[in-house]
C-alpha cells in the first residue's frame, strides 16, 4: 500500500553528443619549493618563542586581573572601617 511504483520502462538518460571544439585547459601544477632543514628549524623555534610570549602574556593578565580583585576587596573592607 505504501510502497512506491516504479515504471515498468524508465526512459534512459539522454545522451550527450556535443563535442567540445576547444581542448580542456592544461592546469599546472604548483612551483616547487626548495626548503632545507634550516628554515623549518627557523619556523619551529619561532612557533616555540611566539607561543611562549603567548603564555606568558596570558599568565600575567590572569595575576594582574586576580590582584585587582584582591586589592578591590581590601579596600572595600577599609573603606567600611
Do not use: F
Not at 628554515?39 to 611566539?50: E, K, Q, S
Amino acid at each position: 500500500m505504501l510502497q512506491p511504483k516504479y515504471p515498468d520502462n524508465p526512459t534512459p538518460p539522454p545522451v550527450h553528443t556535443h563535442t567540445p571544439t576547444d581542448p580542456a585547459p592544461v592546469r599546472r601544477g604548483l612551483p616547487s619549493l626548495s626548503v632545507d632543514q634550516k628554515t623549518v628549524a627557523a619556523v619551529l623555534v619561532g612557533g616555540v618563542v611566539l607561543t611562549a610570549l603567548l603564555a606568558a602574556v596570558a599568565v600575567t593578565a590572569v595575576s594582574v586581573a586576580i590582584a585587582a580583585v584582591v586589592l578591590r576587596s581590601l579596600l572595600r573592607e577599609h573603606n567600611r572601617r
